[in-house]
């Protein structure tokens, strides 16, 4: 039996002198057809950067999503520009280039044509910037509009004994755990994960540690190594004394 192909094009060959070949039956496999992962979208209102850069608009994401998507909505009709899309971090961090190209919006027998969305490499970036570098888009109530997409983050939860269980989040004196599991999560995803895996709904949210939990505390003070330390230090001292000592005594009356 030969694998699998996908060639559009089938061809048999029959010896003549056998029997004539009837093709009675065709039987086809088609793959099973991956849904799209859901898409999040956000529309970002745009605001002058500087008097000095009429065409240069910023926008404020508001939060750290793991966007991988952008478009730039133009408020008239027939409007074509080109664009350079930029982001950082922070206020304080430098600019960096994620996209740049044609951006459109036409009308055309009341048909509405407007550009692709655009795909960058996934940065969780929350303040964007959008230079016009060919074109024009009117200030104020006509300013340009960021659209933002992303596919959100998946949370696994591995449930040990019985329910209900309880979600906490925000400690600041919690980081990240050092486990790994890649490897299982990954043969969840192979086995049949709907006998294995299901949803979970939030219940009524309750305050535990409260603002005191956001408090980063101070490392406890690791007494055993600083002895150790200080152990080691001394007996550096005193080995180097000791060969002072013979040195001296095996070359008196000369200065090391």
């Given at each position: 039996?030969?694998?699998?192909?996908?060639?559009?094009?089938?061809?048999?060959?029959?010896?003549?002198?056998?029997?004539?070949?009837?093709?009675?039956?065709?039987?086809?496999?088609?793959?099973?057809?991956q849904a799209a992962?859901?898409?999040?979208?956000?529309?970002l209102e745009a605001?002058?950067?500087?008097?000095?850069?009429?065409?240069?608009?910023?926008?404020?994401?508001?939060?750290?999503?793991?966007?991988?998507?952008?478009?730039?909505?133009?408020?008239?009709?027939?409007?074509?520009?080109?664009?350079?899309?930029?982001?950082?971090?922070?206020?304080?961090?430098?600019?960096?280039?994620?996209?740049?190209?044609?951006?459109?919006?036409?009308?055309?027998?009341?048909?509405?044509?407007?550009?692709?969305?655009?795909?960058?490499?996934?940065?969780?970036?929350?303040?964007?910037?959008?230079?016009?570098?060919?074109?024009?888009?009117?200030?104020?109530?006509?300013?340009?509009?960021?659209?933002?997409?992303?596919?959100?983050?998946?949370?696994?939860?591995?449930?040990?004994?019985?329910?209900?269980?309880?979600?906490?989040?925000?400690?600041?004196?919690?980081?990240?755990?050092?486990?790994?599991?890649?490897?299982?999560?990954?043969?969840?995803?192979?086995?049949?994960?709907?006998?294995?895996?299901?949803?979970?709904?939030?219940?009524?949210?309750?305050?535990?540690?409260?603002?005191?939990?956001?408090?980063?505390?101070?490392?406890?003070f690791d007494w055993?190594?600083?002895?150790?330390?200080?152990?080691?230090?001394?007996?550096?001292?005193?080995?180097?004394?000791?060969?002072?000592?013979?040195?001296?005594?095996?070359?008196?009356?000369?200065?090391?």
């Amino acid at each position: 039996k030969d694998p699998p192909s996908s060639l559009n094009y089938l061809r048999i060959n029959w010896p003549a002198d056998a029997p004539d070949l009837r093709l009675t039956k065709v039987e086809a496999v088609f793959p099973e057809i991956q849904a799209a992962p859901d898409r999040k979208w956000c529309r970002l209102e745009a605001s002058l950067v500087s008097e000095s850069d009429p065409e240069a608009y910023g926008f404020d994401a508001k939060g750290s999503m793991p966007v991988d998507r952008v478009n730039i909505e133009l408020p008239e009709k027939n409007s074509l520009i080109r664009a350079v899309i930029k982001s950082r971090p922070t206020r304080q961090s430098e600019w960096s280039v994620r996209q740049k190209g044609f951006f459109y919006r036409l009308f055309v027998d009341k048909t509405n044509i407007s550009n692709d969305v655009l795909s960058i490499a996934e940065v969780t970036d929350r303040f964007w910037r959008v230079e016009v570098t060919s074109g024009t888009v009117g200030p104020g109530r006509h300013s340009p509009a960021l659209e933002i997409g992303w596919i959100p983050h998946r949370l696994l939860f591995l449930a040990r004994g019985e329910g209900p269980f309880t979600l906490a989040y925000g400690s600041a004196g919690l980081g990240p755990d050092d486990s790994s599991m890649k490897n299982v999560l990954h043969e969840i995803e192979e086995a049949n994960k709907s006998d294995m895996t299901g949803k979970a709904a939030l219940g009524r949210q309750l305050e535990l540690g409260g603002d005191a939990a956001l408090i980063k505390r101070q490392p406890e003070f690791d007494w055993k190594t600083w002895l150790l330390w200080g152990i080691l230090t001394a007996g550096v001292f005193f080995l180097g004394f000791m060969a002072f000592r013979i040195y001296r005594q095996m070359n008196p009356g000369q200065s090391p």
